[in-house]
């Protein structure tokens, strides 16, 4: 299988990376022996990885590797039939997707899940609904607690437009967006969260060499001015060889690489299976 | 045990009826993904039309006169209502269909009159005792209503051959998958449209013959037909065979309940007891006996 | 011209989170809380009060309740005239066995016993979607007017099988007069439809509206699906138990199950679909135009000079309601409300013409 982009052309990024400047810490996430079927089909098998704290850590693989099935474990989507998944050095037991979250771990998804009938703002707000407290009796009557609490998250969520840059849609409703701003307002969604392990699931397929910068830029400051430890499934394999420290490879649910970037590239289980030759 | 029996065959028989309604929901549901909440009210129409019409003219005619009718509300059901919903979300198709319902309950009665109308069909209407050397007594049945299942079993069995072996047949089921899909390999979405309206409408006269035969042609036709709805709960929206069983359940399930439970906690229970049913079997298996699994996808 | 919000910066996230940011907003409503509460007590006769005011208020109130469910939570229900007939004999029930019971207090009782009973039949909506959902509330509807006529301590063993209301005295004061009746609805309604509109401002409104949009979503980003789904039962069933109570209590008089059957049930919910789901005036809109159209429809013939029977006119009546809706689901499926928005689209431009 060939990949979306032949190695030469990169799709360049503004941001230079000191890759070995950057720290990464110790393991956040750990995933072992994981193994997922769906009736007969065999989605993954036998995935061991880990994720190390600050790191960026990307998934590449061809479609239908099994990339987007991973994020839904990690999320608590779907539950593996066997394996274990660490999560800040604790064994996680089976877990619903809530209760993920409320660990500290945020998503986007590749085929944008925005709420379509709510506003910018709105969709961002929803991303702080763990952090907020007051009961539906206080709601009810909101001038009090109510108030002055979403007047609290309020102010941090326009910190995220403005690092965003969406400041004159946040009234907009998402349904009327261009796709690449409806990207950006879900990884918006994401970060309100304040999470500490942020899953991106393509965040820029479909968008053009602009949109892409801009999203890598982001992508690379939320790492470094956060510290927010990122596992990105992306196929541009320019983005991913630039921005990402490490790199797992996927192919028909089975792990066939794994490693810094420069490793993964000469890899040649991985060349066979993705990457392709140059001509 | 006789009794027992009775109130079993009993139900059996008024299952089949409710089959017969339950089978018009299946057939638009499978072929439009149409859940056509006026199907009572086509039965309704349907037993009005042939009951006015063969008081002046003979049955067959007034048979076929009443079939171009609900092949003519076919006709603008398809170009009135579904062609201008095309590809709008389930729910809103759903609630289409009450209104196609509200303006059939005022269209019918208005058109052909608000009185209660006698069908006769020719049908003995004296029950028949049988099997008598087997129980004491014998076994009280209803002609009628046997001759009615036979008749629903062999339209049943006529549709579900119609659906599974003939082109026609193949189309109505792709419709059903995916209205666009249909589309871009050259099915013509409004002529089959119309074309399952039609059987459904054709499916709904036989329906509102029979039970109208039975009881009378009036307007709490409609909620007879209302109880269908649990039928194809229990049977699955997509299955004909489902659609079958599904309403002899509920109509031995409905009779014993009421023989049974009535006199233990109050009479009525056949109101409610088909939707309690199906309500139970949604929270164990809310596809049906027969349907298909609903999976969402991330 | 007039619709500008041009000079009107907010300095503050409040101002502009607040109910009605622009100042033309503020201004009309003033002037509908004007007339409802000032003018039309003075200017209105009692036909306006009992066959329009007073229906329309409490139906609205059912409507605001419904729409709680199904268009901001996504979640539909075909049992809503079941739900008001539990608050109807809770209110009796409470108001006949404990008659020092605060009138105020016996109603909001009565939302609170059907609270617990949607979140009854609530429950079936944490497993099955849609149209299933449909069906469980349904069942509902006809199992509640099956208990209703049956049990007969919930209408203390009347033989005729309606019961009747005690006098609506709160405070001491007999609200007896239609006009009064009207401002103890009126109030109602205006303090219930500011507490609506608080929830869907609120982190629980937003649960609702993403678990309706998206509810697989909505759980990976945390909200819990349980909760947002049967707080949305309570809240409606509650807003729908006081409509119900109220209905039997100040509109009706004296009732039997029959007045909330299912007719009732879907009624309302095209009120909710006409009027716009998931929009607190969408409620109202919808609620005024079915209230509305059958007395029009009624009258029409009366003033173009047809001779027309009652049958005819019921009949006609259902054709005409049954195309409107078909009619409103393929022009605009958003309902009323969104026309309405459109219109005050419009407004801003005006006079210009794009």
Redesign the interface.
Known sequence: MIATGPMQSHTPTNAPVERAARKTGEVILALENISLAFGGVQALSNISFDVREHEIRAIIGPNGAGKSSMLNVINGVYHPQQGTIYFKGEKRHRMVPHKVASQGVARTFQNIALFKGMSVLDNLMTGRTLMMKTGILQQAMYWGATQREEMAHRVRVEEIIEFLEIQSIRKTPVGRLPYGLQKRVELGRALAAEPTLLLLDEPMAGMNVEEKQDMCRFVLDVNEEFGTTIVLIEHDMGVVMDISDRVVVLDYGRKIGDGVPDEVRNNQAVIDAYLGVQH | MGPFIEVVLGGLMAGVLYSLVALGFVLIYKASGV?NFSQGAMVLLAALAFARFSEVMPMPVAFLLAAVLMVALAFAVEW??LR??VN?E???L???T??????????G??LFG?SIYRIDLGMPKEPKIILENMFEGGLLINLEDLIAAVIAGLLVAFLALFFQKTATGRALRAVADDHQAAQSVGIPLNHIWVIVWSVSGFVALVAGMIWGSKLGVQFSLVLIALKA??VV?LGGFTSIPGAIVGGLIIGVGEKIAEVYLGPI?????E??FA??L??AF??IR?EGLFGERHI?R? | MFYRENGQFKTSYQADQALLPIVQDRVFMVIVLLIAFVAIPLLADEYFFRAILIPFLILALAALGLNLLVGYCGQISLGTGGFMMVGAYAAYNLALRIPDLNMLVVFILAGLITTVVGMLFGIPSLRIKGLYLAVATLAAQFFLDWLFSRVKWFTHDSSSGSVSAPDLVVFGFNWNAPVEKYLFVLSTVVLFTLIARNLTRSSIGRSWMATRDMDVAAEIIGIRPVYAKLTAFAVSSFFIGVAGALWAFVHLGSWEPLAFDVNRSFSLLFMVIIGGLGSILGSFLGAAFIVILPLLLNQLPHWLGIPVSTATAAHFESMIFGALIIFFLIVEPHGLARLWAIAKEKLRLWPFPH
């Open positions: 859940f009135l209502v201008r919903l709008q389930g729910i809103i759903f609630l289409a009450f209104g196609i319902t509200y303006f059939i309950e005022g269209f009665p208005q608000d709805i649990p709960i906690i109050g009479g009525g229970i109101n409610w939707y309690m199906a309500l949604l929270l809310p969402d991330v």
